[in-house]
Antibody, heavy 120, light 112 residues
């Protein structure tokens, strides 16, 4: 049974760096074709993909946010960390992590999400 | 980037009646491996997205058979054969054929 859970601050100030952790179970990030992605959703708006890291440590980023994002993995801890620099109120959103199965399904299992508010 | 466009924005439906959502991509979603990585997600109010359909027409584990997907190339459709109260929510199409991954703007299904 695959589960994922996001954790991190609920409130950050403008210009600060947001660091979110995705802790997962039921799969290993050392398994071929497996990845973990981050997606966000501003209140009342659509989903926006942010970044994804594969078992191979290959990383992909949203072109519009690439300069602000860093995604890393700790396979031994079953965790993926997303850092986003220079936070702005427009970055207020629910941030989700999700399991990614390459070459077959894509994003299949999602975490519950964590709401991050950017405000001074 | 591949742009995903969904219609309609909102779909009021009578319980027990069918519903249909369209999704169009700005370029073909056929991957070099021959597969088409077009999926449909359901997001009930206050819940995270849930995968319904992958590779155009494959129902994910536990998804009722009243949900079906069809299409090819750049045009895709999600159909609910008989809408139930638990189907209320926003539906998104998404592509994983190429990075960056992209989502449609969402279609809200509500009961009349």
């Amino acid at each position: 049974q695959i589960t994922l859970k996001e954790s991190g601050p609920t409130l950050v100030k403008p210009t600060q760096t947001l660091t979110l952790t995705c802790t997962f179970s039921g799969f290993s990030l050392s398994t071929s074709e497996v990845g973990v992605g981050w997606i966000r959703q501003p209140p009342g708006k659509a989903l926006e993909w942010l970044a994804l890291i594969f078992w191979s440590d290959d990383k992909y980023y949203s072109p519009s946010l690439k300069s602000r994002l860093t995604i890393t993995k700790d396979t031994s801890k079953n965790q993926v960390v997303l850092a986003m620099t220079n936070m702005d109120p427009v970055d207020t959103a629910t941030y989700f992590c999700a399991h990614y199965q390459a070459a077959t399904i894509g994003l299949d299992f999602w975490g519950q999400g964590t709401l991050v508010t950017v405000s001074s | 980037d591949i742009v995903m466009t969904q219609t309609p924005l909102s779909s009021p439906v009578t319980l027990g009646q069918p519903a249909s959502i369209s999704c169009r991509s700005s370029q073909s979603l056929v991957h070099s491996d021959g597969n088409t990585y077009l999926s449909w997600l359901q997001q009930r109010p206050g819940q995270p997205p849930r995968l319904l359909i992958y590779q155009i027409s494959n129902r994910f584990s536990g998804v009722p058979d009243r949900f079906s997907g069809s299409g090819a190339g750049t045009d895709f459709t999600l159909k609910i054969s008989r809408v139930e109260a638990e189907d209320v929510g926003v539906y998104y199409c998404t592509q994983a054929t190429q990075f960056p991954l992209t989502f449609g703007g969402g279609t809200k299904v509500e009961i009349k």
